[in-house]
C-alpha cells in the first residue's frame, strides 16, 4: 500500500484547510486509518483515527470540535478537514494505516504516507 498526502499549505490563523490522503492498491478498506503531524523538534503525534469502514472516529484533545476525518473507500481516500487552525497546529501531517484497532501511537500503523506541509500564521 502506497500513501499520498495532499492538500497542505500556508493559511491564517482561523482559516480551514482540507488535506487528502490518496491510497494504492485494492485493500484500503482493510485498514484503520490515521493522521499524525510533527513539528520541528517535536516527536510524531497523534491527530485522528478513524476505523476501517469509517463508523468511529477518535481524536486529540487538541483538535476536537475542530479537526474532522473521513473516508471514503469506494475512492481508496481518506480526508482531513481542519477548521478554526492556530499557529499550533503548524506542522507536517501524515497519515497512516494499520491494523490495530484506534491505536495512537506510531507502532500501530503498517504503512505511511510522505507528510504534507501546514503552516498557520497568527
Known amino acids: 500500500v502506497q500513501l499520498v498526502e495532499s492538500g497542505g499549505g500556508l493559511v491564517q490563523a482561523g482559516d480551514s484547510l482540507r488535506l487528502t490522503c490518496a491510497a494504492s492498491g485494492r485493500t484500503f478498506s482493510m485498514y484503520h486509518m490515521a493522521w499524525f503531524r510533527q513539528a520541528p523538534g517535536t516527536a510524531r503525534e497523534f491527530v485522528t483515527a478513524?476505523?476501517?469502514?469509517?463508523?468511529?472516529?477518535y481524536y486529540a484533545d487538541s483538535v476536537k470540535g475542530r479537526f474532522t476525518t473521513s473516508r471514503d473507500n469506494t475512492k481508496n481516500t481518506a480526508y482531513l478537514q481542519m477548521n478554526s487552525l492556530k499557529p499550533e497546529d503548524s506542522a507536517v501531517y501524515y497519515c497512516a494505516l494499520g491494523t490495530t484497532y484506534v491505536a495512537t501511537s506510531r507502532g500501530g500503523y503498517d504503512y505511511w504516507g510522505q507528510g504534507t506541509q501546514v503552516t498557520v500564521s497568527s
Open positions: 478513524i476505523t476501517s469502514s469509517g463508523g468511529s472516529t
